[in-house]
C-alpha cells in the first residue's frame, strides 16, 4: 500500500435517494486497505478470532447512524471514527453530517479476540474450594500456601502478562494484515486454538494463560 493519503473516490448522491449513496460509501470504506485491515472480512482474520464488521443502520436528514458488530482486535472508537471520515470524504459536501453509534456500548472494548474464548467453562468458587480443601502440609504440619492463594497468585501473574501482550498488540496496530496475523497466530498454541488441530499441551509459563489452565495445572 502507498501513503496515508491515498485519494477518496467521490461518490453521486441521488437527491431522491441519498441513502444509496451512503451505503455504498460505507461498502467502500469497509473494502478501502487501512479499514478493511480492522475488519474481520477475510477468512485468516475469521481464524484468528476476528469477525468485527460496521453496518448501516439508518439515514436521517444528514445524520447516520452505524452499527458495530462482532470482535474486533482494534480499538473499536477508532474504527468507527476512521470509517465514518472515510465516508464523509466520499460523498458530497454537507451529505452526512453527523454519524451516531447505534448502541454506545458498540464502543466499548478492546482486542476482544479473547472472546474467542469465551464459551470454554469458567471456574466457579465452588471448584476452587474443592481444591481448597485438599490442603498441603509440610512435614511440620505447617499449612503451605493454599491452591486458592496459589491460584489467585498465578492469575495475577496471567493477568500481567495478559496486559504486556495487550500493549504489544497495540504497538502493532501500525502493522499491515499479514503482519498482524502472523503475530496473533504467532502466539504459542494460539493458532492450534482457532484451527482445528489437535489442542495444545497445558501452557507453559510463556502462554497467554487462562484461570483453567492454571487450576488444571494445580490439580
Known amino acids: 500500500g502507498g501513503g496515508d493519503n491515498k485519494e477518496v473516490p467521490k461518490i453521486k448522491v ?22 478493511a485491515k480492522y475488519l474481520g472480512t477475510s477468512d485468516s482474520k ?23 458488530v462482532g470482535n474486533f482486535w482494534h480499538n473499536r472508537q477508532m474504527v468507527f471514527d476512521d470509517v465514518g471520515n472515510y465516508i464523509k470524504k466520499a460523498l458530497p459536501m454537507g451529505t452526512v453530517t453527523s454519524i451516531v453509534i447505534e448502541d454506545p456500548a458498540q464502543l466499548e472494548g478492546f482486542a476482544e479476540t479473547s472472546n474467542a474464548f469465551k464459551d ?13 480443601a485438599k490442603e498441603v502440609k509440610n512435614m511440620y504440619g505447617e499449612a503451605l500456601e493454599g491452591p486458592a492463594a496459589e491460584f489467585k497468585r498465578r492469575k495475577a501473574e496471567a493477568d500481567a502478562k495478559y496486559q504486556a501482550e495487550m ?5 502493532l496496530e501500525g502493522s499491515d494484515e499479514s503482519d498482524q496475523i502472523q503475530a496473533i497466530l504467532a502466539e504459542k498454541g494460539l493458532g492450534g486454538m482457532f484451527g482445528g488441530s489437535a489442542p495444545s499441551a497445558l501452557p507453559d509459563e510463556n502462554d497467554l494463560v487462562r484461570p483453567e ?4 495445572q494445580m490439580m
Open 213 to 216: 489452565d492454571i487450576l488444571k
Open 46 to 68: 475469521k481464524q484468528s478470532g476476528i469477525t468485527g464488521d460496521v453496518e448501516f443502520v439508518g439515514l436521517k436528514d444528514s445524520t447516520l447512524t452505524l452499527r458495530l
Open 167 to 171: 500493549e504489544k498488540r497495540r504497538q
Open 120 to 132: 470454554r467453562k469458567q471456574i466457579t468458587d465452588d471448584d476452587l474450594n474443592a481444591v481448597e
Open 14 to 35: 441521488d437527491s431522491k435517494d441519498p441513502g444509496s449513496a451512503v451505503k455504498e460509501a460505507l461498502k467502500k470504506a469497509r473494502e478501502y486497505d487501512d479499514i
